[in-house]
């Protein structure tokens, strides 16, 4: 199984930037879908980006394309979350998620089972002021 850290988070202004890293160690070997998640206070988690480090195609929830960016750089085995023009809906806390499956669509192939069973990590805090 893989271990999973996420870092990067931080407070901002308003159409201000930050850049999330989710670091991963243990069984790193291979391939896997992995994606970006976020829960605000009072409301449902949900997904904000993915993508299948083998095959590289990205996916993103409709809130955030065009804003975010997910990438990977497997020499690190590190995958990234560039986040522009925040607004205070983006504030949450973010979460990494993996796991082995090849469906990896962020709209689709995520259900809470999955994401229960997936390799998490601890969250980083993202803060948006207006």
């Known amino acids: 199984q893989v271990q999973l850290v996420e870092s990067g988070g931080g407070s901002v202004q308003a159409g201000g930037s930050l850049r999330l890293s989710c670091a991963a160690s243990?069984?790193?070997?291979?391939?896997?879908?992995m994606g970006w998640f976020r829960q605000a206070p009072g409301k449902e988690r949900e997904g904000v980006a993915s993508m299948h480090t083998g095959i590289e195609t990205t996916y993103y929830a409709d809130n955030v394309k065009g804003r975010f960016t997910i990438s990977h750089d497997n020499a690190k085995n590190t995958l990234y979350l560039q986040m522009n023009s925040l607004s205070p809906e983006d504030t949450a806390m973010y979460y990494c998620a993996a796991d082995r499956a090849v469906a990896c669509r962020i709209d689709r192939d995520w259900s809470r089972r999955r994401y229960d069973l997936a390799s998490r990590g601890q969250g980083t805090q993202v803060t948006v002021s207006s």
């Open positions: 243990g069984d790193t070997y291979g391939s896997y879908c």
